[in-house]
């Protein structure tokens, strides 16, 4: 399952989205690929519908920390060091989401059917792992749909363009009422 989640993110990333990222045989995978993340794959037997990794802001991975933070030490040139309007966390109650997408071949309904999905998964991972809050880096239009999966999610930093998108970093906390409400709807 590992490996089609890696070729459903080389799929959503690089080839639908033209994104310049690692890849090797159509898997897209990254140096915050390591033993501290945790992985989601929302699928139907072996297709991937959406998924999204999760890595402990304490992580360290050779020279890797986690995104976020290695942007703000200066590390990754394609994104801003003042991508965080505070100093990046390192705090085992804090985690980083990132590669986050939702297959879009699929129909309105399936799609937010499956956002909602992803919604639960972050409220488990939280309870599981005792993580209060995440961070993420995700498009100003996903950040809208967040919400309205039942995530509470508030600017991090500033806005900047990325591969033609305009992003945000974020924090994100699960809030179980509000989910339970978006998935009865």
């Known amino acids: 399952m590992f490996t089609e989640l ?3 993110r080389y799929h959503h990333f690089i080839e639908a989205r033209g994104w ?3 890849n090797v045989r159509g898997l897209e995978f990254d140096q915050y690929d390591t033993p501290e ?4 794959a929302i699928h139907d037997g072996m297709t991937i519908h959406g998924g999204f990794r999760v890595t402990p802001t304490t ?28 100093p990046a966390p390192q ?27 992803l919604g639960v998964s972050f409220a488990r991972l939280a309870k599981d792992w005792n993580i209060d809050a995440f961070l993420c880096l995700t498009s100003v239009s996903a950040a809208l749909l967040t919400r309205q999966a039942g995530i509470n999610i508030t600017p991090a930093g500033l806005r900047f363009e990325i591969e033609g998108e305009t992003c ?4 994100l906390k699960v809030d179980a009422k509000r989910l339970r409400r978006s998935r009865a709807a």
Do not use: N
């Open 6 to 8: 890696l070729r459903a």
């Open 20 to 22: 310049d990222l690692p």
């Open 37 to 40: 993340s945790i992985y989601c």
């Open 59 to 86: 992580a360290k991975c050779g020279s890797a920390s986690y995104m976020l933070r290695d942007a703000q030490l200066g590390l990754l040139p394609d994104l801003p060091a003042d991508i965080l309007d505070a």
């Open 91 to 117: 705090d085992p109650k804090i985690w980083e989401v990132s590669r986050v997408f939702v297959d879009d071949t699929l129909s309105s309904r399936e799609r937010m059917r499956v956002r909602g999905q």
């Open 168 to 171: 945000q970093a974020y924090h």
